[in-house]
């Protein structure tokens, strides 16, 4: 690996993102020098830092897997040690590890106009030493979650509690639930994901305890279809149409889910009540306040969370907390939750680009102050790219056309002699929030967030095929800025 302190391209996030970005850049430009910097001792970012039980994707590998290294394992569905070892197997196969600077975490990138180039100042995490690089492009890749901390709510009494308090983000690799009683705070993925696996492992009981229910729908754990394409068709073709399958279904029925409500409902409400035992209410823990996909829908591999409910292996409860008592946990009902092991699946904090900071010829950058140019770039600010995936299905659908993209970008830049693209935002386009999403974690930040624009390009669908037409056109257009 070369110790260059000048990059061509630099890459923040040794992640799913940054994996796919330095592909793209490997294969588009073998004479370009670049490097991912990585703040952690391991690539794979949100595989490798979340240790749970049962830690999983709840979308499929077949969309959530690169689109230049197809999925061919037996699961949809798939565990988080299964999607690490293929995160890097795509890096060691491409060489992509070997540009991989471990242990540098970015704090602050400082762009020159006159020198058409980022100065980026680095912390070692390991000894704490800083170091400045310079890159002609910089791109992060860091997705927009805090990797240091989990959210947790303030609860009254929690000094009281006796047993022990667990965040999911921070999973102790000795924590001991065998035999004991578990309270898992939390109705959405990661709760879901969490309460069967500790069931099924050895856990006394565990409750799910729950504000407000979240939309669960259940998925095969093996997809016998996909199997027989790879099995009959030629490589390329079965992975062709796997991957068509598996979007076009997802997209359609979220289409579906957004058009017709109501529809979706029952459709939701009809699949989910089939799997219940009698002693479980729908329309107590299985009823959302909201519309479908108002907020992501959780998906249950297997009916795995159902078939523990009807063991009576977990149980659940929807209910507010009232105050935590050195036994349990005291609800506004009435009732107290005895527990040993507290869970608290409560949710993550929004962190945008590693919390690092952006300054242009000495004036810093305020993300909520600009606003995002088709998803992948920010109003005046050159020379800078990001990713942040779909919300609505696959993350990786998304890394994959930006990755287009930017390669596009920057042959363009190439072959015009250029130095520098930037965004220049049209004040007269109105404002919208940049993640049309209802998520807790999302409201909590969206004032953080950059801003999207109601018209195109600064406003995008949150449509795969739809984004297709978009990123697969030549870059020019006339909010985009070309510069020697």
């Given at each position: 690996m070369s110790d260059s302190t000048h990059l061509d391209v630099l890459i923040i996030g040794a992640g799913l993102?940054?994996?796919?970005?330095?592909y793209h850049v490997t294969k588009a430009f073998p004479d370009k020098s670049y490097a991912v910097l990585e703040m952690r001792d391991s690539l794979g970012g949100t595989w490798d830092l979340f240790r749970y039980p049962?830690?999983?994707?709840?979308?499929?590998?077949?969309?959530?897997?690169?689109?230049?290294k197809p999925w061919k394992g037996a699961k949809a569905i798939v565990?988080?040690?299964?999607i690490l070892a293929y995160l890097k197997e795509a890096a060691a196969e491409n060489g992509i590890d070997q540009h991989i600077r471990y242990h540098h975490k970015l704090v602050h990138a400082e762009f020159s106009t006159e020198d058409a180039r980022w100065t980026v100042t680095v912390e070692r995490t390991d000894t704490g030493e800083t170091i400045e690089l310079t890159a002609g492009f910089l791109w992060s890749t860091s997705g927009y979650y805090r990797y240091d901390e989990g959210f947790t709510p303030t609860f009254a009494g929690v000094e009281d509690f006796e047993g022990q308090i667990v965040h999911p983000q921070h999973w102790p690799e000795d924590l001991d639930y065998a035999g004991k009683r578990v309270v898992v705070i939390g109705s959405g993925a990661t709760a879901v994901t969490l309460i069967p696996a500790l069931a099924g492992s050895g856990a006394g009981h565990v409750t799910m305890l729950q504000r407000t229910p979240t939309y669960i729908i259940s998925q095969p754990t093996y997809d016998k279809v996909s199997a027989e394409m790879y099995r009959r068709l030629p490589d390329k073709l079965a992975q062709k149409l796997v991957r068509t399958r598996y979007l076009t279904s997802r997209i359609a029925f979220y289409e579906f889910c957004q058009a017709r409500p109501k529809e979706s409902r029952a459709l939701l409400r009809k699949l989910l009540e089939r799997q219940l035992p009698d002693d479980v209410s729908f329309d107590e823990h299985f009823k959302p306040p909201?519309?479908?996909?108002?907020?992501?829908?959780?998906?249950?591999?297997?009916g795995?969370?159902?078939?523990?409910l009807r063991h009576h292996?977990?149980?659940i409860v929807t209910d507010h907390i009232d105050r935590f008592t050195p036994k349990g946990i005291q609800l506004l009902s009435g009732k107290e939750l005895e527990a040993d092991i507290i869970i608290t699946a409560t949710g993550l904090n929004l962190q945008i680009f590693g919390g690092a900071t952006l300054s242009v010829d000495g004036t810093k950058v305020a993300p909520s102050e600009t606003m995002a140019y088709k998803g992948l770039m920010l109003s005046e600010i050159p020379n800078f790219a990001f990713i942040i995936g779909y919300t609505n299905a696959s993350w990786t659908l998304k890394a994959d056309l930006v990755c287009e993209y930017v390669v596009k970008l920057l042959r363009r830049m190439d072959e015009t002699g250029t130095r520098m693209v930037v965004p220049r935002r049209d004040p007269s386009v109105p404002e919208e929030p940049f993640l049309d999403f209802e998520a807790g974690y999302?409201?909590?930040?969206?004032d953080s967030l950059p801003?999207?624009?109601a018209t195109f390009p600064w406003r995008l669908k949150m449509n795969y095929f739809k984004d297709i037409l978009v990123f697969r056109k030549p870059v020019e257009d006339e909010a985009l800025e070309f510069s020697a």
């Amino acid at each position: 690996m070369s110790d260059s302190t000048h990059l061509d391209v630099l890459i923040i996030g040794a992640g799913l993102s940054g994996i796919d970005a330095a592909y793209h850049v490997t294969k588009a430009f073998p004479d370009k020098s670049y490097a991912v910097l990585e703040m952690r001792d391991s690539l794979g970012g949100t595989w490798d830092l979340f240790r749970y039980p049962g830690i999983r994707s709840d979308s499929d590998m077949h969309t959530l897997g690169f689109g230049w290294k197809p999925w061919k394992g037996a699961k949809a569905i798939v565990d988080g040690p299964d999607i690490l070892a293929y995160l890097k197997e795509a890096a060691a196969e491409n060489g992509i590890d070997q540009h991989i600077r471990y242990h540098h975490k970015l704090v602050h990138a400082e762009f020159s106009t006159e020198d058409a180039r980022w100065t980026v100042t680095v912390e070692r995490t390991d000894t704490g030493e800083t170091i400045e690089l310079t890159a002609g492009f910089l791109w992060s890749t860091s997705g927009y979650y805090r990797y240091d901390e989990g959210f947790t709510p303030t609860f009254a009494g929690v000094e009281d509690f006796e047993g022990q308090i667990v965040h999911p983000q921070h999973w102790p690799e000795d924590l001991d639930y065998a035999g004991k009683r578990v309270v898992v705070i939390g109705s959405g993925a990661t709760a879901v994901t969490l309460i069967p696996a500790l069931a099924g492992s050895g856990a006394g009981h565990v409750t799910m305890l729950q504000r407000t229910p979240t939309y669960i729908i259940s998925q095969p754990t093996y997809d016998k279809v996909s199997a027989e394409m790879y099995r009959r068709l030629p490589d390329k073709l079965a992975q062709k149409l796997v991957r068509t399958r598996y979007l076009t279904s997802r997209i359609a029925f979220y289409e579906f889910c957004q058009a017709r409500p109501k529809e979706s409902r029952a459709l939701l409400r009809k699949l989910l009540e089939r799997q219940l035992p009698d002693d479980v209410s729908f329309d107590e823990h299985f009823k959302p306040p909201y519309d479908p996909w108002d907020q992501r829908l959780c998906a249950v591999p297997g009916g795995d969370l159902f078939k523990a409910l009807r063991h009576h292996t977990v149980d659940i409860v929807t209910d507010h907390i009232d105050r935590f008592t050195p036994k349990g946990i005291q609800l506004l009902s009435g009732k107290e939750l005895e527990a040993d092991i507290i869970i608290t699946a409560t949710g993550l904090n929004l962190q945008i680009f590693g919390g690092a900071t952006l300054s242009v010829d000495g004036t810093k950058v305020a993300p909520s102050e600009t606003m995002a140019y088709k998803g992948l770039m920010l109003s005046e600010i050159p020379n800078f790219a990001f990713i942040i995936g779909y919300t609505n299905a696959s993350w990786t659908l998304k890394a994959d056309l930006v990755c287009e993209y930017v390669v596009k970008l920057l042959r363009r830049m190439d072959e015009t002699g250029t130095r520098m693209v930037v965004p220049r935002r049209d004040p007269s386009v109105p404002e919208e929030p940049f993640l049309d999403f209802e998520a807790g974690y999302v409201m909590r930040s969206i004032d953080s967030l950059p801003k999207q624009g109601a018209t195109f390009p600064w406003r995008l669908k949150m449509n795969y095929f739809k984004d297709i037409l978009v990123f697969r056109k030549p870059v020019e257009d006339e909010a985009l800025e070309f510069s020697a």
